[in-house]
C-alpha cells in the first residue's frame, strides 16, 4: 500500500522555526509535495521535491531524501498566519499525477 | 485568471439520495481531480479526469462516477449516499505533466452532510 506519516500537530511561537517531518511508504515515487490549508478551505501548493536536497521559497524551505524515504517542511519566522494544517503529498506519475496526502500536521502558532 | 470554483458549497442529504457536485476548473487547465476529505483527514484520491476521459481512479466504490465537460468543467455523482459519505469534497484542476510537480490548484470545496 501507500502510506505517509507525520505528526497530528506541532506547536510553536511567533518568530521560531518549526521543522514538520513526512516519512513515506509508495510505489512510483515521482516526488513530494506540501500543500497549506486553513480551516477546512482550499489546500494551496507550498512546494516540490523531486530531488534530494532542499528547495527554498521565501519563509518555507522543504527537504528530501529519497533514500530515506522522508521530507520535511521548514517555517521560518513563524507569524499566526501560519496557523493552519500542513500536508505531504506524493506524486504519482503513474495516475496523470494524483496525489497522495498524508493524515495533516496541524500548526498552532502562539503570540 | 479565473480560479477553481466549486457549487454548491454546502449540501445536506439523507441516507439513500443521489448527490451531484460542480466544478469549475482554471482556465487554461485541461484536468480534474476530484478528493474527498474526512473531518481531521487528509484528502483522498477520488479520480481525474483529462480531456473529458477518466485518467485514474482511487479506491472509492462504482457508486462514484464523473465526467468533465469540453470547457473542462467536471461533476462528481455520488449515488445511494451512505453517512460516511458526510466529507468537504475538494476539486482540483491542472494542466497534465505541466507545473511544479504536477501542482493541482484546488476549489473551496464542498461540505456534504448525509443524515
Known amino acids: 500500500g501507500q502510506s505517509l506519516e507525520q505528526p497530528s500537530e506541532v506547536t510553536a511561537v511567533e518568530g521560531a522555526i518549526v521543522q514538520i517531518n513526512c516519512t513515506y511508504q509508495t510505489s512510483g515515487f515521482y516526488g513530494l509535495s506540501w500543500y497549506q490549508q486553513h480551516d477546512g478551505g482550499a489546500p494551496t501548493f507550498l512546494s516540490y521535491n523531486a530531488l534530494d536536497g532542499l528547495e527554498e521559497t521565501g519563509r518555507f524551505s522543504s527537504f528530501l531524501s529519497r533514500s530515506d524515504s522522508y521530507g520535511y517542511l521548514l517555517l521560518q519566522e513563524l507569524q499566526m498566519k501560519d496557523s493552519a494544517s500542513y500536508f505531504c503529498a506524493t506524486v504519482g506519475g503513474n495516475q496523470g499525477g494524483k496525489l497522495i496526502f498524508g493524515q495533516g500536521t496541524e500548526l498552532s502558532v502562539k503570540p | 485568471e479565473t480560479g477553481v470554483t466549486q457549487s454548491p458549497t454546502h449540501l445536506i442529504k439523507t441516507r439513500g439520495q443521489q448527490v451531484t457536485l460542480r466544478c469549475s476548473s482554471q482556465s487554461g487547465h485541461n484536468t480534474v481531480s476530484w478528493y474527498q476529505q474526512a473531518l481531521g483527514q487528509g484528502p483522498q484520491f477520488i479520480f481525474q479526469?483529462?480531456?473529458?476521459?477518466?485518467?485514474g481512479r482511487g479506491n472509492f466504490p462504482p457508486r462514484f462516477s464523473g465526467l468533465q465537460f469540453p470547457n473542462y468543467s467536471s461533476e462528481l455523482n455520488v449515488n445511494a449516499l451512505e453517512l460516511d459519505d458526510s466529507a468537504l469534497y475538494l476539486c482540483a484542476s491542472s494542466r497534465l505533466g505541466q507545473g511544479i510537480g504536477n501542482e493541482q490548484f484546488f476549489g473551496p470545496g464542498t461540505r456534504l452532510t448525509v443524515l
Open positions: 479526469y483529462y480531456r473529458e476521459e477518466e485518467n
